[in-house]
């Protein structure tokens, strides 16, 4: 768990990067630092790992005081992502990889065995990109070599600091799923940074939106949607709005009733299935794809119930309406 | 043929004996160069105060633009008031190391300045001490530009030293000397031509050594 508790940073000459920032990331949890340039966001993820030193205030990480815990150590417990990803350009991939791992003096073994699992996760053949160096990378595959090193020595806490921020739409969104998909397997406690809403939407298990250094709301990305905590809430989200809702909102929460049904065998048959947890986006996508009129929605194995295509484009008229968009 | 074997029979062992000396001279003088601006040209990256390093890398700047022979006449007016020796291989040396120092210490500098920040900061993240990062990420990255710097400063020192002859530090200095006094082109030409293929060579067993220094992923 990171605990920020009352958290400043000034700098000489007043100027106010971080103010009076309270707020905890839980055990597992992904929480979203988000907001435009100068809002404090990167200066609040650099103070975890002491890069920036906190003015006031305390930042808690296992239970100690950062500022009480010795400086190398911490860093070390802690991994570390950038935007400008920092790949050492002398060093083998396999080396950049295995920084932490020889600084936590593992043996060579072991951190050669972690090396290529990570490759390996990354969708990185270790037999071919293990001896590269970064420059015979591409972008996204340098990327994913900076978030590998940032695992490598399997640590409790990451911070991400726009990870994804400098590649291209279609890699950033590759690397997203590849990511969320890596992160429901290790479970790690993260701190991600980013400007991008829909990012933040999508990573986020919860959303802090900063603005000139002090939090604005704290919440779900779904709550921070429908239910902004103030006009700059309201006003970041912007003209996103309606985007936002058919990503936030789940088709679980548009059923129409939640009857514990039997399974049905006549629409378990059906290969395409909807899942609980999908966005509206997916749904409809789903629908365009299979040509159906309606689709089974399940939780896991339970079946939920059937759900229309008319049922959901109702819903997604009324989520126009309400954001006050006009099509 | 005949003049040409006359010419080493008469002045063969004298050359080789000055060239020898030139080396040493050379060498030495670039050794402490070397063992000065490396370590001052790393201490003022991590000095946080920029008019310290400003008024360092000026000095040395400055150093570079007194004419080499009136830098030996300083050099030697120097060691008479403190009571130094006038003559001999001291003067010189101290001469010779002064001029070596610019590109060592402006190579230096700039080269560990100018590696990425965004290197540096995720080594910093990551749990690399001061000493870890400079080892084996500021310095790796920067080898190749140091080299440069000392490929140049040897190249100049070679032919600086010609002049070290003035002082009596010996070299090949000493031949060109004979030559001019006494009016004798083989002296004039048993100082030169040795001075310039003695250039040549370090300056492109230098650069193999650069090449070869240059860490493989930043070979392009």
Known sequence: ???????????????????????????????????????????????????????????????????????????????????????????????????????????????????????????????????????????????????????????????????????????????????????????????????????????????????????????????????????????????????????????????????????ESGSAKSEARLRARSSLIEALDLFKKTKQATLPVYEGKRFLGPIEKKQLLKVITEVLGETGETS | MNTLIAFFQKLGPEMLQRTMEHVYLTFLALVIAIMIALPLGIYLTRCRRPKLVSAIMGAVGIIQTVPTLALIAFVVLIFALVGLPTIGTLPALVALTLYALLPILRNTYTSIRQVDPSVIEVARGMGMTSNQILFSVELPLSLPVIMAGIRISTVWTIGIATLCGLVGAGGLGDLILKGLRSYLMDYLLAGTVPAAVLALIFDSALSGLEKWLTPQGLKS
């Open chain 1, 1 to 263: 768990m990171i605990q920020f508790d009352r958290v400043w940073k000034t700098y000489p000459g007043g100027a106010e990067a971080v103010c009076d920032l309270s707020m905890e990331v839980a055990e597992g949890e992904t929480v979203v630092l988000l907001g435009t340039s100068g809002s404090g966001k990167t200066t609040t993820l650099k103070m975890v790992n002491r890069l920036i030193e906190p003015t006031r205030g305390r930042i808690v990480i296992n239970g100690t005081d950062i500022m009480e815990q010795d400086l190398i150590q911490l860093r070390r417990g802690i991994g570390y992502a950038i935007q400008y990803i920092g790949l050492f350009p002398h060093m083998t991939i396999s080396e950049n990889i295995s920084v932490v791992p020889n600084l936590l003096k593992w043996p060579r073994d072991r951190t050669a065995e972690r090396v290529d699992e990570l490759l390996t996760i990354s969708g990185l053949d270790p037999e071919e990109f293990r001896e590269r160096y970064p420059a015979q990378l591409s972008g996204g595959q340098r990327q994913r070599v900076g978030v590998a090193r940032a695992l490598a020595s399997d640590p409790p806490f990451v911070l991400m600091d726009e990870p994804f921020g400098a590649l291209d739409p279609i890699t950033r969104e590759q690397l997203q799923d590849e990511f969320i998909e890596l992160e429901s397997e290790i479970k790690k406690t993260i701190l991600f940074v980013t400007h991008d809403v829909f990012e933040a939407v999508k990573m986020g298990d919860r959303i802090a939106l900063l603005d000139a250094g002090r939090l604005q709301q704290l919440s779900t990305p779904a709550e921070l949607v429908e239910n902004p905590a103030n006009e700059f809430v309201d006003s970041f989200l912007g003209q996103h709005r309606f985007q936002l809702s058919l990503l936030t909102k789940t088709i679980k929460t548009i059923m129409p009733e939640l009857r514990p049904t039997s399974p």
